[in-house]
């Protein structure tokens, strides 16, 4: 925070009379409103640099363009922090939020979401011209690569807690035949990634897009799915083609649309946005305990249920298709089961983006500190890697001072457990933290988890590598 103010002051010119953290999201980054005596702005902290490079480097791209984003005010040398333009406290979906609530959508409230969808094209088609993709982040382009993780997030977050059994091979073969058919359309576009109300800010009786970090070049359907399937939208179909029917008009002016050919393929990109969307559900809700995530899970299940029989007749996916019919029959809560055994969670964390916290409502847990160790991150051929990766595992299964410290963790995590057995708890959290969350925490958590699996079959380990996004129950 000071960091900021130190910015803040620097640009302004002006003293900062008062500081405001706004309500954080889905993601690591924190967001403080800062105002001085005559000007207000937004600040941001962020741990992850890659990205704020990628929002910093796109913002100023759009702007440029006058494109309807938010301009990026200043930045720090470190990358870190940076101040972007206040643009209120009204997103879109608080603007339709009676529209919503009612399943009346107002004339005004379909004007507002009209504009929003021709801003998308705006900013897809005049954005994507002269953009060098290479500042994108994690990826430049949507691809196969893409699809994959999306596939995986939503089965080890989601899936694999929800659902007790299925033939994970039967569904790798789907989800392959599902990579195939996103790999066939050729990128045309920016791709926004992550577009839904909550990322579009009510200025001036004008839309504005945020958060558009994860964006790369792409295909245009997955932005127009991920707009009109939002969970918690509840758009009827009625007004989800009015809305794509005026997206389309909007497109035409940049490109050559075959709408009969975009309607077709709209609901297979839609399914994959929601298994991703259940991904983040699962790994924010059921892992981190975030109550809004967790809410949202019926909303994206009905979502899901719908478009289940809007898919094209020629793509087979019977296998993946029964799969999710069972997850939607089990009807799920907005909380997870509870299995009435011990449940370890193990993280992986950097110190940068905090410590993780107990939510089981017991508190405490270990935690421990890695950065004592060498760190693999040092040397350029693991730099890009993470403990997951073999190259970096097989470095620190070499190292005398990682297998000595796991020792001594392993003893004291593995008493707790025997006791905690014996008494009956349910619930410990571990924790191994490093500068990054990258490397040496990754592994450590890593192979504690794969150890306390292996010595307890009984427990339900959960390992969950917060900086990489990752967590998975073994089994």
């Not at 990579?179 to 050729?186: H, I, S």
Request: aromatic residues 12%.
């Amino acid at each position: 925070m000071h960091k900021l103010v130190d910015i803040f002051e620097l640009w302004s010119g002006e003293r900062l009379l008062s500081s405001q953290e706004l309500t954080q999201a889905g993601s690591n980054r924190r967001y403080f409103r800062l105002t001085s005596a005559t000007k207000s702005v937004v600040g941001c902290y962020g741990c992850n640099v890659q990205e704020n490079r990628a929002f910093i480097s796109l913002a100023q791209h759009f702007a440029a363009k006058q494109l309807p984003v938010p301009h990026v005010l200043a930045t720090s040398e470190c990358g870190k922090y940076y101040l972007q333009q206040d643009l209120g406290d009204v997103s879109l979906f608080q603007r339709v939020a009676s529209g919503r609530e009612s399943g009346q959508f107002s004339p005004d409230e379909v004007a507002a979401l009209s504009a929003a969808i021709t801003a998308l094209a705006k900013v897809q088609y005049e954005g994507a011209q002269g953009l060098d993709y290479a500042v994108c982040y994690p990826q430049a382009e949507f691809g196969r690569n893409t699809v994959a993780w999306d596939l995986s997030y939503f089965k080890y977050c989601f899936l694999k807690p929800c659902l007790e059994d299925f033939d994970e091979a039967r569904l790798e073969a789907d989800f392959e035949r599902l990579g195939e058919y996103f790999a066939a359309e050729k990128s045309s576009c920016f791709m926004y990634r992550d577009f839904q109300s909550r990322n579009v800010m009510w200025h001036e009786e004008k839309p504005y897009l945020i958060d558009f970090q994860g964006g790369r070049k792409g295909v245009p359907h997955y932005d127009v799915a991920s707009f009109l399937y939002q969970a918690k939208a509840c758009y009827p179909d009625v007004l989800r083609k009015e809305l794509l029917h005026v997206y389309l008009q909007a497109a035409a002016r940049y490109v050559k649309v075959n709408a009969a050919d975009f309607e077709q393929k709209l609901p297979v990109y839609a399914l994959l946005r929601t298994l991703q969307v259940l991904g983040a559900y699962g790994f924010r809700g059921y892992f981190e305990r975030k109550q809004h995530f967790l809410q949202s899970i019926p909303f994206a299940l009905e979502n899901l249920e719908r478009l289940l029989t809007q898919l094209p007749d020629d793509l087979e996916m019977l296998y993946l298709k029964s799969t999710l019919q069972r997850l939607i029959a089990q009807k799920l809560p907005a909380t997870r089961r509870q299995s009435g055994v011990l449940r370890v969670q193990v993280f992986s964390f950097s110190y940068r983006c905090g410590m993780p916290v107990d939510t089981s409502g017991n508190g405490g847990g270990f935690i421990f500190d890695c950065r004592s160790i060498f760190n693999p991150g040092r040397q350029e051929e693991f730099r890009l890697l993470t403990g997951l990766d073999a190259p970096v595992a097989q470095f620190l299964d070499g190292n005398r001072q990682m297998l000595e410290f796991l020792q001594h963790a392993s003893s004291m995590i593995e008493a707790a457990v025997e006791r905690y057995l014996e008494r009956g708890f349910n619930n410990l959290l571990v924790g191994f933290g490093c500068t990054g969350g990258q490397h040496r925490s990754v592994y450590a958590a890593q192979r504690t988890a794969e150890r306390l699996h292996q010595k307890y079959p009984q427990v339900e380990v959960e390992v969950v590598h917060r900086e990489q996004n990752i967590a998975a129950v073994l089994n």
